[in-house]
């Protein structure tokens, strides 16, 4: 089976043998809605990568009340799940129970480990997306569904990319969401609480990250060709194909993005940025 490319929300994913499992882990039916092909998406990139194992240790950015913490701890994982503090982010007009983590007890609303298992493997810390603490180092995986477009603007989202990766150990994978323009490459949102990234700012950044010497995982713009692929979710939201979506005067879609921290450092690192810098 080939492994997930850094690509777009497609309707032929829900077909699929590996998204049915995951779907069965978080309890739910598949369906053509972009949220839970987030969620199984990531899950899918780290499983491949052999992330989701006894022991691994994993960070979670904006976590909210999302399953991913409660079913990796099932496989041994050991995951610190961080958001904004809730009353910066009510602050900032989240005030769906969904979009902020209160602790804890957040963090198992579906029900899908035990009272035990999460205790022993989930722990939560406060975060600001765009102020990484020091100390956050050492992390086997971390990931972020569609929360980094929320960080004010397209440029603090695209620092977010490469900030976050003080926080893995080398060669370590992160796997993260967002909102992607699939109406226009020059007209977005810039800036306020959701921005909307273009294909020209995935490319950017893409680029930056492959200069420093990390792997991006191969990038697949295709939109789909399924019949669902086709359908778009005018405002108001019905939420029943849910896979591409109009925000403001755009259409969007979500789509992942997979990165592997550098291998090598010191004089390899100095090397290749000395050389790719010509």
């Not at 989701?52 to 994993?58: L, P, R, V, Y």
């Not at 913490?69 to 050991?78: E, K, L, M, W």
């Not at 995986?141 to 926080?167: R, V, Y």
Request: hydrophobic share 35%; net charge neutral; aromatic share 10%.
């Amino acid at each position: 089976m080939e492994k997930r490319k850094s690509e777009l929300c497609k309707a032929i994913d829900m077909q699929a043998d590996w998204y049915k499992r995951w779907c069965h882990e978080l309890k739910e039916e598949p369906k053509f809605h972009r949220k839970q092909w987030e969620f199984v998406y990531v899950m899918q990139a780290l499983w491949e990568r052999g992330c989701i194992e006894q022991g691994k240790k994993g960070l979670v950015f904006a976590v909210g009340t999302e399953p991913g913490p409660s079913v990796f701890a099932n496989y041994g994982c050991d995951i610190l799940a961080t958001d904004i503090l809730p009353a910066k982010g009510m602050e900032m007009g989240w005030t769906n129970a969904n979009q902020l983590c209160f602790g804890i007890e957040s963090l198992n609303t579906r029900g899908l480990c035990d009272e035990k298992t999460l205790k022993e493997h989930v722990t939560y810390r406060p975060v600001d997306m765009n102020s990484i603490p020091a100390d956050l180092t050492g992390f086997d995986f971390n990931w972020s569904s569609c929360s980094f477009e929320h960080l004010g603007s397209i440029e603090k989202g695209l620092a977010f990319l490469t900030n976050q990766l003080s926080t893995l150990k080398p060669g370590s994978w992160a796997v993260h969401t967002t909102e992607f323009n699939i109406s226009s490459n020059d007209k977005t949102i810039e800036q306020g609480d959701t921005v909307v990234f273009r294909k020209k700012d995935i490319d950017r950044v893409v680029e930056e990250l492959r200069r420093m010497g990390h792997f991006v995982g191969e990038l697949d713009y295709s939109l789909g060709g399924e019949p669902e692929d086709f359908q778009v979710d005018f405002l108001p939201h019905q939420q029943k194909v849910h896979l591409k979506l109009q925000l403001d005067q755009f259409v969007v879609t979500s789509i992942g993005l997979i990165i592997q921290k550098r291998k090598k450092s010191g004089v390899f690192s100095r090397w290749f940025n000395k050389k790719n810098s010509r």
